[in-house]
């Protein structure tokens, strides 16, 4: 089954938004490990102090990543009733930074993946070749 999870996450009060499926399933607030990182960690079951070693049990088939949080509105339409978007064509997609289809680029790899402009966009730990398909709808 295809479910899309959403994080929002807002700097300036510390507070997070968690969406399934284009609906808001709460949040809160947390300091994040570093406000400055380079790297982001996707795709963990948890992550404590230094410690990452609990992989996510699932495949991701597409990443994003903007400069803003987005709104309740944007989320719902970023799920689009269950259906993989253009996110190009999104309300968002002028604060739209990253955003890779995670199996869509022939470069793709357990050790690597693409945006869709074409760059490198991460390294991937912990992956196999099967956790990077093509089965968004």
């Not at 960690?41 to 990543?65: D, V, W």
């Not at 199996?103 to 390294?123: E, K, Y």
């Amino acid at each position: 089954t295809w479910v899309l999870v959403g994080f929002t996450y807002n700097g300036t009060t510390d507070s997070h938004r968690i969406y399934v499926n284009g609906v808001d399933d709460g949040g809160g607030t947390f300091t994040p490990v570093s406000s400055t990182a380079s790297a982001t960690a996707l795709g963990l079951a948890s992550y404590t102090g230094s410690s990452s070693n609990q992989p996510f049990a699932g495949r991701i088939a597409e990443a994003y990543l903007w400069s803003t949080a987005l709104s309740v509105r944007q989320v719902a339409e970023l799920y689009a009733s269950g259906k993989s978007v253009n996110a190009r064509k999104l309300s968002s997609a002028g604060s739209l930074s990253l955003w890779c289809r995670m199996g869509d680029h022939p470069g793709d790899s357990a050790t690597s993946f693409w945006d869709v402009d074409g760059a490198i966009a991460g390294t991937g730990t912990n992956l196999e070749a099967g956790d990077i398909t093509v089965d968004s709808p």
